[in-house]
């Protein structure tokens, strides 16, 4: 059966450049958009099989539609360089690839493709449209469908009339319609003023068109819309017009003409060479064409078997070192998910083992339990916890393919098995909400579906460590993963199943106070405004403080003004209703997200609180925490410090001890900088805001005030979030001019460190990235951007990565060592948190005394830095006595 794939070249080469970070060649070519088109294409072939393909680019600025509307597309920025450097190529690579391009002057890739739908739809093709543009889903037919891409190029969301229905309500022309409403400010479409996509559902679900709405607005409800509509009845019209694809367009290319055979494989190769795409060279064959019909980027076909009581003992001997191992878990949190089966995958073995045979196969135990075994997984710590809640022990991880493609590229955080195999793997893994479904619609689908999934999973991992140890290589990262993040998440795997203990009474006893301090400020609130309304409404809240009490609107939404936590602030001089509002809204978060939240979050085996550390979501290398997200529990408010009172230590009799790292990026920014007033500071044990304040004012010590200290602490930690002169203006509540020449006084003071932060951006710009002291990478891909606010956040990641992201290795560091030293020393008691540069333990009274000396003495060690670490510690009966 034909299959034609057209695909939206402009629209993929932007997602593929915005998705990836700015990539380069050794002579400066840049390649990322080039990269990210690649991956997609072999996709594509594999996935889609298509028999014939086609790419459509739009052919220049000047389009048909500009002569109906001048302003057409005018609100986009300008196509920066890096990436328009990068189309001749991605036609290049068309060339290469074998497929079919096309544009035609005066018209729009949209137009090219819209026209080639209608005439396949006509002889009945299957046809798929690769786009990111939503304006697209107007050409769905029951032989058309429309994939949208999703996290830049890697993933496809596929649209069907019925898909379609089921989001929009629509059918696929209506997409029209909706456009002509709501405007479209990509291509600045105008649409309706105040018509937004909520509104224009609801009139295309009552009247169906444009033209219909506009028939029947007396009928319309609201008398603003009914107004807005009437003025712009000739926008509308317009905007549907523009909105509307081409069918017709003088198209001199018939479907037949777009046949694809395959690629040269020698062609390709040429190319990717020539690109440095050394990872991808390894999935093209270069002997011998691949067929668009069958086979995918040069794999052979894919062969497994499922494991079986009487198939078990051939199987044994199957069980090497290395092997590739996943584990299939029915959800993703994996101190609760069930397990499904077990995929492994060695050279041309690829086997699936059910859990239920897994169980009773005595030979698979021994080779989990057996060290000398060496296991490449995708989530080493995900495994080992998961497992350990079925009594089920695993040893001898060698390689983590999740903490390896993190560490290559830090700022895609959360990398999923299929994407890290559509870089790094010859096979193909589907996404799991392909074959599970989403939300509500997930199911589990028959065992030779499950089966087949899972020993694809299995296989992307055998054949991505090679590739990933390759560049691991190349980037100097091979340390990082194996001295600092691989033995880390053995070490967190031990915190997430010890798990820390959470009184259920303390927590319901906070939620009776809670309601009643909630139940006093909604009195106060409703007397304070001269009636009763809900707090928790944007809408009615504005009409209290906007329509009833006349305070001034500060800033505007598509709904009306803004009622949010930052302009409430600014609005508190006003009238007292405001602090009374942000309270209660502090306190109803507190009640909902940490009282109902924590206590949900019990565990029914453990009774404690195992929440999951993510060790690959942040571009800094910071840990973060979720289900539950206890490193965001607020401490501002004495309410929110009281949470911690419910963290209890698991034994009888034990302590809770804090250990807090002091100014640790402060100290990292004095070593990595060379600053010697800074240097000199820490040496001497100052207190570095006293001692910055001395300085920048030149008052001796007795003679800084504490608002000189607080304004110095506000400049101290400014400068390495690279703060401006209007955020420093803002955060002291002190003029812009102040705010600047506080800046500049203190960079004539530390001029050491103002030096690094120069330098810090120049090499920033030469190599496209900055690392950490550990050689931690992150790419920053607006650095040469000509966009200059995106440049300005880039320069500021630049000067803030190496400082922050340092911390974060340096407790990374810490809490392997102090692992290391509990068991070392044969010590009962266990770390059980890590809240940014604080670490959270449980220790027996008998052991509280060499704890106090033990903690600081490994974590003020872990690196080794021109001025002194310094840790706090304290204990107490709760987290919050600890604090």
Known sequence: MSHFVLIDGNSIANRAFYALPLLSTSTGLHTNAVLGFTTMLLKVIEEMKPTHIMVAFDAGKVVFRHSEYADYKGGRAKTPPELSEQFPLIRELLDAFSIQ????????????????????????????????DKDMLQLVSEHVSVALTRKGVSEIELYTPQEIQDKYGLAPLQIIDLKGLMGDTSDNIPGVPGVGEKTALKLLHEYGSVEEVLANVDRVSGKKLQENLRENVDKAKMSKELATILREAPVELNVQETGYDGYDGALL??????????????????????????QAANAAPFHFEVVTEESAAKFAEKLTSPMAFYVEMDGDNYHHAPIIGFGLSADDVNLYVPWDQA???????????????????????????????????????????????????ATESNPTLDSI??????????????????????????????????????????????????????NKMNELLNDLEAPLSMVLALMEKQGIKVNRDRLAQMGVDLDAKLEGLTKQIYELAGQTFNINSPKQLGEILFDVLDLPVLKKTKTGPSTSADVLEKLSPYHPIIDAILTFRQLGKLRSTYIEGLTKEIHSKSSKVHTLYNQATTATGRLSSTEPNLQNIPIRMEEGRKIREAFIPSEEGWYMLAADYSQIELRILAHISGDENLIDAFQKGMDIHTRTAMDVFGVEEGEVTSLMRRQAKAVNFGIVYGISDYGLSQNLNITRKEAGDFIERYFSVFSGVKLWMEEIVKQAKQDGFVTTLLNRRRYLPDIRSSNFNLRSFAERTAMNTPIQGTAADVIKLAMIRMQDSLQEKGLKSRMLLQVHDELVFEVPQDELEMMKQLVPEVMESALKLDVPLKVDVSFGHTWYEAK
């Open 101 to 132: 391009r096309f544009e035609l002057e005066g018209y729009e890739a949209d137009d090219i493709i819209g026209t080639l739908t209608k005439r396949a739809d006509e002889q009945a093709w299957k046809t798929t449209v690769i786009t990111g």
């Open 269 to 294: 190769s040429e190319f990717f060479k020539r690109m440095e795409f050394k990872s991808l060279l390894s999935k093209i064959k270069v002997d011998a064409p691949v067929e668009g019909e069958g």
């Open 359 to 409: 169980k009773e196969w005595k030979a698979f135990s021994q080779w989990l339990e057996d060290s000398t075994k060496e296991k490449w997984t995708f989530d080493g710590k995900r495994d080992t916890v998961g497992l350990a809640w079925h009594d089920q022990d695993i040893k001898g991880i060698g390689f983590d393919v999740y903490l390896a493609s993190y560490l290559l590229n």
């Open 421 to 474: 195999a559509s870089q790094y793997a010859q096979v193909r893994v589907r996404s799991d909400d392909e074959v599970y479904g989403k939300g509500a619609k997930r199911l589990l689908p028959e065992e030779d579906v499950i089966s087949e999934h899972v020993a694809h999973k299995a296989a992307a991992i055998w054949q991505s460590v090679p590739v990933l140890r390759e560049q691991l290589a190349e």
